[in-house]
Nanobody, 121 residues
Framework: QVQLVESGGGLVEAGGSLRLSCAAS????????TGWYRQAPGKQRELVAS???????NYADSVKGRFTISRDNAKNTVYLQMNSLQPEDTAVYYC???????????????WGQGTQVTVSS
């Protein structure tokens, strides 16, 4: 059973940056696609970025140009670099192992515990 552990969240001022990490154990993280989701209070969980097995990336319109997803196979870790953060980016961020078909990411039931990102105005 693969385990996913997110880290890197915190409190940052608007305009600042954070880098989230999703470390996998029990399986190679490059054997599947990985998605970063976020869930703000009172809102549904939403996909913000994904990376396929072959490294193809996709982003939600709300984060395009500000967030970058990447993968380090040697460290078995997927990252989410978040720049120009805004208060509306405040949420708990989760990583997920799933699959992709074209530009469509499908989640699985393999989730990390989440990491809180809070952006102050």
């Amino acid at each position: 059973q693969v385990q996913l552990v997110e880290s890197g969240g915190g409190l940052v001022e608007a305009g600042g940056s954070l880098r989230l990490s999703c470390a996998a154990s029990g399986s190679s993280i490059s054997n599947s696609a990985t998605g970063w989701y976020r869930q703000a209070p009172g809102k549904q969980r939403e996909l913000v970025a994904s990376i396929s097995r072959i490294g193809r990336t996709n982003y939600a319109d709300s984060v395009k140009g500000r967030f970058t997803i990447s993968r380090d196979n040697a460290k078995n870790t997927v990252y989410l670099q978040m720049n120009s953060l805004q208060p509306e980016d405040t949420a708990v961020y989760y990583c997920n192992r799933g699959s992709t078909y074209g530009n469509t990411y499908s989640s699985s039931n393999q989730w990390g515990q989440g990491t809180q990102v809070t952006v102050s105005s």
